[in-house]
């Protein structure tokens, strides 16, 4: 039995990296792509291609699912096993399996907010197809598990919880012995945000908040670190905004760490997260963070002896770590935005206090830990068998 990982593309993000550091882990297993997009450097892993040109970036792309579908068939041996993640890879391995004869058995490796898979019948309705017919259903909260449960998604004794890993020593040594990147914000303090350039990361509320502080604090910057394809937007905001020497799009960064740690803090302003792996690589560079207490991630990151990990918070929360915020969304009241405006101006306010103390960071990231996490992978994986399939 041979373990080979299937994933949309290698275009920046935290699934991309966690599926080529597993991958890495496991003895160097090959990592199968649908789209010929990389922005990792792959000079040591085994990449396979089952497309090759250029990606449709449309929704063309999910036209081509049966096309893919047939390639995976012809790529994997009936004995692999293959751990897939994000949604049309998902649906490749489905489709494979229902239609084509794929004997492969599979893990699906969920990196979202399970939360979006309920809201459209029909998508939830392809989920619990999708999963019925895998081996396991890997989350990476018990945030994520509660919820695949609670709306029949999966059932429970298949759904296993494996929060994301990080080489910690790795961060810390990145943070402290790398000098920062050169920034279009020169010597200037910045705040920071990190992430694909895409809606739901929502870099144009960050944007649009940052100018509301921006007068009581003239020297500020806001370095958003990442791309995607809602640069031109983005761009052409800062630029109605006149913030054009004020916010600067980094694009992305192999390694951010020096430039997380140079940060007064981090904001987090997502719609939704799988985890956040942001917010922990943050705290590995002890800068303070200001997130949004999202359906699942940042509490469970932040505030683990929440008793309750279903509760939103409507007013700022302190933590050991930062502060969590009332989420905020395309439709949020002008009283959210203005909490979070005067939480942002009373913390730069204190500035110069606003650090991670290094003994809540060594606390935190026990949970986390690369060599553990990795371990039950790899325990889970060498123990794997085929289950009876059974349709819900």
Request: one cysteine or more.
């Amino acid at each position: 039995m041979a373990v080979k990982f299937l994933i949309n593309s290698l275009n920046g993000g935290g699934a991309e990296t966690l599926n080529l550091q597993l991958a890495s882990e496991l003895d160097n297993a090959p990592v199968i792509l649908l789209e010929n997009i990389v922005d990792y450097p792959t000079e040591n892993a085994q990449i396979i291609h089952l497309q090759k040109g250029k990606p449709n970036r449309g929704v063309g792309r999910y036209l081509e699912v049966i096309y893919q579908a047939k390639a995976l068939k012809s790529t994997v041996e009936p004995d692999d096993h293959l751990v897939v993640s994000l949604f049309r890879s998902f649906l490749v391995v489905w489709f494979a399996t229902v239609f084509f004869g794929l004997r492969a058995t599979y893990d699906c490796w969920v990196h979202n907010d399970t939360l979006r898979y309920t809201r459209k019948p029909g998508v939830a309705f392809l989920y619990r197809k999708i999963f019925s017919r895998a081996r396991a259903v890997i989350v990476n909260s018990e945030k994520a598990s509660i919820d695949l449960s609670q709306h029949g998604l999966a059932t429970a004794e298949k759904v296993v919880v494996r929060y994301n890993f990080f080489d910690t020593a790795r961060v810390v040594a990145a943070a402290e012995t790398m000098p920062a990147p050169q920034t279009a914000l020169g010597d200037r303090p910045y705040i920071v945000s990190l992430g694909r350039l895409h809606p739901g990361k929502q870099h144009d509320f960050t944007i649009r908040l940052f100018k509301r502080i921006k007068g009581s604090y003239p020297e500020l910057g806001l370095l958003i670190i990442g791309e995607g394809e809602q640069r031109a937007e983005l761009e052409e905001l800062i630029v109605q905004e006149g913030l054009g020497p004020d916010v600067k799009l980094h694009g992305f960064e192999d390694n951010p760490y020096p430039l997380l740690k140079k940060a007064l803090l981090l904001i987090s302003c997502s719609e939704s997260e799988g985890f956040g792996n942001v917010i922990v690589e943050s705290l590995l560079c002890r800068t303070f963070v200001v997130a949004a207490d999202i359906d699942s991630g940042p509490r469970e990151i932040m505030a683990a002896s929440s008793q309750d990990l279903t509760y939103r918070t409507n007013t700022p929360e302190p933590t050991a770590y930062g502060v969590l915020m009332p989420a905020v969304t395309k439709a949020t009241s002008e009283n959210v935005i203005s909490v979070w405006e005067q939480t942002l101006e009373s913390l730069l306010s204190q500035a110069a206090g606003l650090t991670v103390k290094k003994t809540d960071v060594a606390r935190m990231v026990k949970r986390f830990e690369k060599n553990e996490i990795v371990g039950l992978w790899k325990e889970s994986l060498s123990s794997h068998s085929k289950l009876t399939i059974t349709s819900i």
